[in-house]
């Protein structure tokens, strides 16, 4: 038990963060939610336009964060607004998840790098700048060596299938939301724009695809 405790201390910093950008997200997912869910009352067709649009903006901003529920957001602008905004929810989460993974993309390894040090993450820093220095057809294998065993190689190899399951994962917002996941599989480098892209337009498409049928 002391073992235990003491390791939580050791990594106090990362495990204050993590809940203030779980916490966080979830704040900037209620105000999101205020926009697309007003208060039920008499308006007019040019006041619902201005609300929808405005929402979808910001859906797709605040979406690309990680930790920000989005898939949930959109869940409740079907709702309330039924199958007629379903293209719309459609394109604000593939175009959120794209923002985000773009993001990834363009940081720096060694910005990621500095901030597992800070959090005193040392052995994942360690990691991402020595994965970062790796040639391209050599990150896979650098990867596979810390997650030696034959299951941990099969995830690697199904990286797509396991992305699209975790993405229409309930609770996902545990490992960041679908922003969060898709800044994880931009800041890997494992995923190219155009298989990712692929990934993303199928598994965000059943929900918005059934109200827009119903």
């Known amino acids: 038990m002391r073992a235990v405790l003491k390791g939580f201390w050791a990594r106090r910093r990362a495990i204050a963060f993590y809940g203030l950008l779980f916490l966080g997200g979830w704040y900037l997912g209620d105000l999101l939610k205020d926009l697309t869910v007003p208060d039920m009352r008499p308006m007019n067709e040019p006041l619902i336009h201005r609300i929808v649009m405005t929402a979808f903006v910001a859906f797709i901003v605040l979406a690309a964060i990680p930790f920000v529920p989005g898939a949930e957001i959109g869940f409740a602008m079907l709702l309330l607004f039924g199958g007629q905004v379903a293209p719309l929810v459609y394109l604000g989460m593939v175009s959120a998840l794209v923002l985000s ?17 800070w959090l005193r993450l040392t052995r994942a820093a360690d990691f991402v700048a020595e994965y970062d220095a790796a040639a391209p ?28 399951i975790a993405l229409n994962t309930p609770g996902n917002s545990l490992l960041g939301g679908g922003g969060g996941l898709a800044f994880i599989a931009g800041a890997s480098r494992l ?22 049928v119903a």
């Open 137 to 164: 057809v050599d990150r896979m294998d650098a990867l596979s060596g810390i997650i030696p065993s034959n299951l941990g190689r099969r995830l690697i190899d199904n990286r797509h299938l396991l992305l699209a």
């Open 101 to 117: 993974f773009a993001v990834a993309r363009l940081i720096p390894a060694t910005i990621l790098a500095g901030l597992l040090n």
């Open 191 to 212: 995923y190219s724009f155009w298989p990712f892209l692929a990934v993303v337009i199928c598994a965000v498409a059943p929900v918005p695809l059934f109200f827009y």
